[in-house]
């Protein structure tokens, strides 16, 4: 299996080369050349997540590493989850929520970064190398690949975060880590300013060592797509349903979306999938009046979801939409956000046989909290609240909704507080974070200072 771009001109690339590089030198997203099939009786008769993802993961890694070196690597990838299983399901009524938080930062972001990371780690190992990895963060993508790489000593973390919406649970995950590769970054600025400074450090590198990687961990990363497409199939694997599987996912970036499309590609049989946002709804604008613009990111209550694009939707429209035409997508994305993607009519009704969206403000996610609170005595994050009404709403034994419940609650102690509901467990990753010191270097948005301290950290 090799690896394109979805503007058309990176291609054959191997699994190992596309991990390293994050995105391609063309601005495109790296895919698959074909949708390898997944056998849905092998992955019934598994007895684990571990084993599912065995089935999956060697689909696209043959390129650099033979069957049995990726099941080595997934032997180890994933760690310290508090379910025996990584993951749980909870039946409310008619409707499965898949609890993807027993990671050891409380969210699904675990899943993918702990695999990128072992394969990262893998690569570096073989090569004799070492790398930085340097990302933004608006939520939870920082704590999660901060806990996935700070046990590889190969690899020094660097971790920007604006003085902004995420709440002080999701900092302190970063802040008060005491590793000497790990480096939590408070900038004075915007999560959009974060990107721009990471967007810069890609372009210029020049604190590299020689041997050097840099390595993006946002959710363009393929490799943390294939780690999320696992828990699809392990849902298949562990429910018992005859027919199609719908999914209502809390999304921001996309990334999420795009594994359970990419799960549906490779097999899985998927009735729906509801694309579930907050106030940014550039994505609800999309699928209900064929407008992709950018506009001005709120805050809203669920801080992981609040975002101005959506990075991997150009996955969407390169496969789904566009049929692989790489040249159609540069023409629409080298222009984007400057001109916004409409498509052509014709085109953009596709997506009603597979996608609807919707979009739930702050006051209705509180109430919808409250809902599942009182009728089943369950706490929905508010992530996972905005993607529950309508797994709620269009649920029937028919048509299986199952919900990715995508981050712990007590990551949003604020929430529960004014709704007086009570929190009555606290995930391990979450004990005594209040007492922790706190380790934070706060700078201006300014490259140079941001420059310096990774040259004399590194
Ligand atoms: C990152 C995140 C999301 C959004 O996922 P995407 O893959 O970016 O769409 C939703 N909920 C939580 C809790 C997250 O951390």
């Known amino acids: 299996m090799f690896f394109h771009s979805t503007r058309g001109k990176d291609h054959d690339k191997s699994f190992a080369s596309i991990l390293m590089q994050g995105l391609a030198e063309d601005g495109g997203l790296f895919m698959p050349d074909y949708w390898p099939q997944v056998d849905l009786e092998e992955v019934k008769s598994k007895k684990s997540f571990l084993e599912v993802a065995k089935c999956v993961v060697p689909l696209f890694t043959g390129s650099s590493f033979s069957k049995q070196e990726t099941i ?3 032997d180890s990838a994933w760690h310290d989850f508090e379910h025996k299983d990584l993951i749980k399901i909870t039946d409310l009524n008619s409707v499965s929520v898949l609890e993807l938080f027993h990671g050891p930062t409380a969210a ?3 899943f993918g970064l702990q695999l990128a990371a072992a394969f990262f780690n893998k690569v570096l190992e073989e090569e004799n190398k070492t790398a930085i990895v340097l990302g933004a963060t608006s939520g939870d993508t920082g704590s999660a690949a901060i806990d996935a790489c700070k046990n590889y000593k190969r690899i020094t973390s660097f971790i920007m975060l604006p003085n902004g919406n995420m709440s002080a649970v999701q900092r302190r995950q970063m802040s008060t880590i005491n590793a000497d590769n790990v480096f939590a970054l408070r900038i004075n600025g915007t999560f959009d300013d974060c990107q721009d400074l990471v967007k810069l450090a890609f372009k210029t590198r020049d604190f590299l060592k020689p041997n050097q990687y840099l390595l993006a961990v946002n959710s363009i990363n393929w490799t943390r797509i294939i780690g999320q497409i696992c828990y699809y199939f392990y849902t298949y694997n562990q429910l018992n349903t005859k027919g199609k599987l719908s999914f209502s996912i809390p999304t921001g970036n996309f990334g999420n979306v795009f594994a359970c499309y990419s799960a549906h590609k490779m097999g899985l049989p998927v009735n729906k999938i509801c694309v579930a946002v907050n106030k940014n709804d550039i994505l609800h604008r999309f699928f209900t009046e064929n407008d992709y613009s950018k506009k001005m990111v709120h805050d809203t209550l669920s801080p992981s979801m609040d975002i101005s694009v959506a990075s991997n939707f150009e996955r969407l429209v390169y496969d789904f939409f566009l049929e692989r035409s790489g040249e159609q997508c ?4 080298n222009h984007f956000p400057n001109s916004p993607i409409v498509l052509s009519d ?16 702050d006051l209705n996610t509180k109430q919808i909290i409250n809902k599942i609170y009182k009728s089943y005595g369950y706490v929905l994050d508010p992530h996972t609240a905005v993607a529950a009404d309508e797994a709620f709403k269009k649920s029937n034994t028919d048509n299986h909704f199952i919900i990715l419940a995508t981050a712990h609650p007590a990551k949003f102690p604020k929430v529960y507080e004014e709704l007086q509901i009570k929190l009555s467990s606290l995930p391990k990753g979450l004990h005594d974070l209040e007492k922790k010191k706190e380790y934070l270097h706060t700078f201006n948005a300014n490259y140079n200072d941001i420059k310096d301290f990774i ?4």
């Open 72 to 74: 080595d690597i997934l």
């Open 108 to 110: 699904f972001k675990d």
């Open 330 to 333: 540069a023409d629409m994305f």
């Open 346 to 361: 014709a085109v953009w009704q596709k997506k009603d046989s597979l996608f609807s969206s919707s979009k739930v403000e």
């Open 455 to 458: 040259k004399l950290n590194n």
